[in-house]
């Protein structure tokens, strides 16, 4: 009889985290499986921080109504309790019955539409009472009062703000999604706003009669999505063998050459400092201080002029890279410049390199294609982009570190075709296994002392240097077309209510010191970056002054006409 894995390793590949299905003492439908580790660690940040990293979703979209103010909310509402049964995460809990443990995701099934538009209105919020809500204002607010959602009892809210008219006639409806990040990831959050916007637009009748057909036990089990690690690749060979791949895994990590450390983010403020906010929508937030998150939380916006895109289009051709990694050369060039004009004292033999972590979609890695119905995340180690200072030509300094960031990112691009080269430094087996330990030891970290246990898979051999601090996150998904996007659905026609896609902003509670820029374009072609980052410890003045550096830099100079 072969011997049980050793009690770390017993998440990895081994189906742990299998939906059960049952029934409670009052006859419900009940599923239920234990969070992942990638999971769990966001439910850590969650429930012990405050709501860290938490889905802040915003969607915009124009309406075209002949209904009141109330039944607009019921057709939000019975879409809202149609998604959540499309894509069952969203509207699952998370009880809290071990602080310290893995959790589960729980999902009981109402019995009837009746009964799911009742406990589903509990997750949505009005302001209607409101005159004008500016979006941009009330997301500040979310993400700084006390958390959002509670995901003992759901892990997704919504928020319908007062609807504004436009000058063709037409509305202006603005809906707030907050998600816990255990349920969701960047990707998921595309896919649900495009299948919120389908539900909207079909008449009232399909929505109900699909709802009838989603509260069937049967009909969930199909769409309950897997947690990662179940999906993981198995390492080939025996048993003797397997325990060889995961002893030198280890002690790779023991061995790994770190990555040498980045510049410090020059946008910090020399001293962390808390902002308090006012009351203002005290009818729909908590702003109770004992609730407040541990440190204040920013996001914006800066989106490339027409020019400024099409020139790192042009320069990204001319280099022979990708979009995504111009946006990576992009931050660094910015990050660089600010750098540089803030400590010009520092000779150039001592400046230190721009290195930028992100995060990486694992899908690919282990061949998963299925939708994108739950958050997947895998951690790379980074990226290093040399340091290269302001007084050579600018289009040079971006092709030199859009190559040297293409040269890196590509080989996170491997596929899982030959399992007995799982040992390369880049196979996808080797970087799976590895981020399945590193997220062990993330999973632990997030805990609060007094609640940390378990062995530490390393055991006499530590990890070389783990996370070096990056001066930034970065991350780019490309063209969002692919999952959302406008004039899907006309707004001219007889119909009393419609709506069509303008635009979808997203951001997170960030984590101490974080600056996370993601990239993305979207119906108009233009690069945006989206960023979410630690207010506490960046300065404002310096995060506008980045806004604006990073729209215009690659703008093409003005040449006189004589």
């Known amino acids: 009889m072969a011997a049980s894995p050793p009690a770390w390793l017993q998440r990895?590949?081994?189906?742990?985290?299998?939906?059960?299905?049952?029934?409670?003492?009052?006859?419900?439908?009940?599923?239920?499986?234990?969070?992942?580790?990638?999971?769990?660690?966001?439910?850590?940040?969650?429930?012990?921080?405050?709501?860290?990293?938490?889905?802040?979703?915003?969607?915009?979209?124009?309406?075209?109504?002949?209904?009141?103010?109330?039944?607009?909310?019921?057709?939000?509402?019975?879409?809202?309790?149609?998604?959540?049964?499309?894509?069952?995460?969203?509207?699952?809990?998370?009880?809290?019955?071990?602080?310290?443990?893995?959790?589960?995701?729980?999902?009981?099934?109402?019995?009837?539409?009746?009964?799911?538009?009742?406990?589903?209105?509990?997750?949505?919020?009005?302001?209607?009472?409101?005159?004008?809500?500016?979006?941009?204002?009330?997301?500040?607010?979310?993400?700084?009062?006390?958390?959002?959602?509670?995901?003992?009892?759901?892990?997704?809210?919504?928020?319908?703000?007062?609807?504004?008219?436009?000058?063709?006639?037409?509305?202006?409806?603005?809906?707030?999604?907050?998600?816990?990040?255990?349920?969701?990831?960047?990707?998921?959050?595309?896919?649900?706003?495009?299948?919120?916007?389908?539900?909207?637009?079909?008449?009232?009748?399909?929505?109900?009669?699909?709802?009838?057909?989603?509260?069937?036990?049967?009909?969930?089990?199909?769409?309950?999505?897997?947690?990662?690690?179940?999906?993981?690749?198995?390492?080939?060979?025996?048993?003797?063998?397997?325990?060889?791949?995961?002893?030198?895994?280890?002690?790779?990590?023991h061995v790994q050459k770190p990555l040498p450390s980045g510049f410090v983010n020059p946008l910090r403020r020399k001293e962390r400092k808390s902002i308090v906010f006012d009351r203002h929508y005290a009818d729909a937030l908590d702003y109770e201080p004992t609730h407040r998150p541990p440190l204040n939380c920013g996001n914006s916006t800066s989106v490339l002029a027409p020019s400024a895109t099409q020139?790192?289009?042009?320069?990204?051709?001319?280099?022979?890279?990708?979009?995504?990694?111009?946006?990576?050369?992009?931050?660094?060039?910015?990050?660089?410049?600010?750098?540089?004009?803030l400590h010009p004292d520092v000779v150039d033999a001592d400046r230190r390199p721009f290195v930028a972590s992100f995060p990486l979609d694992p899908r690919s890695f282990f061949g998963y294609t299925g939708s994108n119905e739950s958050c997947m995340l895998a951690f790379s180690h980074g990226i290093v982009l040399p340091f290269l200072p302001a007084s050579l030509p600018i289009e040079g300094r971006f092709k030199l570190l859009a190559k040297a960031a293409h040269r890196q990112l590509r080989v996170y691009q491997k596929r899982l075709q030959h399992p007995s080269k799982g040992l390369d430094a880049h196979s996808p087996l080797r970087i799976m296994a590895s981020n399945y330990l590193l997220t062990t030891e993330l999973v632990k970290e997030k805990l609060p002392p007094h609640l940390h246990m378990g062995t530490d898979p390393q055991g006499a051999y530590p990890v070389n240097g783990s996370f070096q601090a990056a001066t930034c996150g970065v991350s780019s998904v490309g063209s969002v077309r692919r999952w959302i996007g406008s004039g899907r659905y006309s707004l001219d026609g007889e119909t009393d209510f419609g709506v069509d896609y303008r635009d979808m902003r997203s951001c997170l509670r960030a984590r101490d010191n974080e600056f996370l820029c993601g990239a993305s374009t979207e119906d108009d072609g233009l690069l945006r970056f989206s960023v979410s980052y630690d207010a506490s410890a960046m300065d404002g003045e310096l995060v506008k002054v980045w806004e604006d550096k990073i729209a215009t830099i690659l703008e093409p100079p003005v040449v006189a006409r004589l």
Not at 33 to 38: E, F
Not at 322 to 328: E, L, P, R, V
Not at 329 to 335: D, I
């Open 12 to 253: 990895y590949a081994n189906n742990y985290h299998a939906w059960n299905r049952s029934e409670d003492a009052d006859g419900y439908a009940l599923f239920k499986r234990p969070l992942g580790l990638v999971e769990t660690g966001f439910h850590h940040d969650g429930i012990h921080y405050g709501g860290r990293a938490d889905l802040t979703c915003a969607l915009n979209l124009e309406m075209k109504s002949d209904l009141t103010k109330d039944q607009v909310r019921n057709r939000v509402l019975l879409a809202w309790t149609a998604l959540r049964m499309r894509h069952p995460l969203l509207h699952a809990k998370v009880p809290l019955d071990d602080p310290a443990g893995a959790g589960s995701f729980v999902l009981q099934i109402p019995r009837g539409a009746t009964e799911a538009l009742d406990l589903v209105d509990k997750q949505l919020v009005s302001l209607q009472h409101y005159d004008e809500v500016d979006v941009g204002d009330f997301v500040d607010h979310i993400i700084n009062t006390g958390r959002i959602v509670d995901s003992s009892e759901s892990v997704s809210k919504l928020f319908i703000l007062p609807f504004q008219p436009l000058s063709n006639g037409r509305l202006t409806l603005q809906l707030v999604f907050v998600v816990a990040h255990m349920a969701a990831d960047g990707l998921s959050m595309y896919s649900w706003m495009q299948d919120f916007i389908d539900l909207l637009n079909r008449e009232v009748y399909e929505v109900q009669s699909e709802m009838e057909s989603a509260l069937n036990p049967n009909w969930i089990e199909e769409k309950l999505a897997p947690a990662q690690e179940d999906l993981y690749p198995t390492v080939p060979g025996s048993p003797a063998r397997q325990r060889w791949f995961w002893a030198i895994i280890r002690i790779l990590r």
């Open 311 to 341: 020139n790192l289009q042009k320069l990204c051709r001319e280099a022979k890279t990708s979009i995504g990694a111009g946006s990576f050369a992009l931050v660094a060039l910015v990050m660089s410049e600010i750098e540089e004009k």
